[in-house]
Each structure stands twice: as structure tokens, then as C-alpha cells.
């Protein structure tokens, strides 16, 4: 493996492990609880790509809903947060094209898993606002703390 590689794979690691953190700064709502997760999530999408957001995103979401005590909604976090990442690190012309569909496959997702889990059209409903506040403050406060991030550290 090259230096590189193993940088790489060791920042990913490390920001997946802050956001797995971040995660657990929540906010309680009558539907649920929002994070601090996609804030995590976002920055590393705009600092290092789609791939790493896709990497970071989707393991943090998958370790944050074990670790919780969801484990219901273990691989559709994966999903969900991972097309999330992956989407954020679009670049140039296509960002906002991106981060919408961003927070479309994300709150979709969720939306969708309600319903596979049986919890009904109310509960997959009740989902949406949520997860569009979360998706929302993460993108905005992502995208601060990666302009004031990058920069003071060159990232190659």
C-alpha cells in the first residue's frame, strides 16, 4: 500500500470516527432525534470528495445506529448517509445538483425505511422534517467549518 493510500484510509477513519461522535451530541424530537452527524458528513464530502464522503458517511451512519441502540436501521444508514457523502462531493457545476440530491436520497431513504421496517405511512411522513433540519444544518454548518478548515491545512 502506498503512502498515499494510507493516509487516506487514516484521515476517512478518523473523520468517520469524529463524526460517529458527533452523532452523539443529538437533539430530541417528538419524531425521533437530529444529529450533529451530517455535519461531520458534509465536510468530509467537501474537504476530500465524493468517495471519501460516500466511505465516511456510510460507516458512520452504520456505527452510530449500533452503537445507539438502533440496529434496525443499521444498513439503511449505511445507504442513506453514504449516498449522502457521495453525493455532497460533487464538485464545480454539479454541487448544487449534488447537495440536493444529497438531502433527496437521505431523507428518501429514511422516508422508504420506515416503511420496510412496518412503522407505517405516518411514521415515514413524520420523518421528512426532520431529516431535511438535519440535512439542512449539516450542509450549512459543514460547509463553514470546510472553508475555514481548508484554509489553514494543505490536504496533500
Known amino acids: 500500500m502506498t503512502k498515499n493510500k494510507t493516509r487516506d484510509l487514516t484521515v476517512m477513519a478518523v473523520l468517520a470516527a469524529l463524526c460517529v461522535v458527533l452523532a452523539y ?4 424530537t417528538p419524531t425521533g432525534y437530529l444529529t450533529l452527524l451530517d455535519v461531520g458528513i458534509y465536510f468530509t464530502a467537501f474537504y476530500l470528495g465524493s468517495k471519501s464522503g460516500a466511505v465516511v458517511g456510510g460507516l458512520s451512519g452504520f456505527l452510530i445506529d449500533l452503537l445507539l441502540g438502533y440496529p434496525q436501521y443499521m444498513f439503511h444508514s449505511l445507504i442513506a448517509h453514504g449516498a449522502q457523502g457521495f453525493f455532497a462531493g460533487w464538485t464545480e457545476k454539479k454541487r448544487i445538483l449534488g447537495l440536493v440530491f444529497a438531502s433527496i436520497s437521505m431523507v428518501a431513504w429514511y422516508f422508504l425505511a420506515a416503511l420496510l421496517l412496518g412503522y407505517g405511512w405516518g411514521a415515514a411522513w413524520a420523518s421528512i422534517p426532520g431529516n431535511l433540519l438535519q440535512n439542512i444544518f449539516g450542509m450549512f454548518a ?6 475555514s478548515f481548508g484554509k489553514g491545512i494543505n490536504k496533500k
Open 25 to 28: 451530541i443529538h437533539i430530541p
Open 142 to 147: 459543514g460547509y463553514l467549518i470546510f472553508l
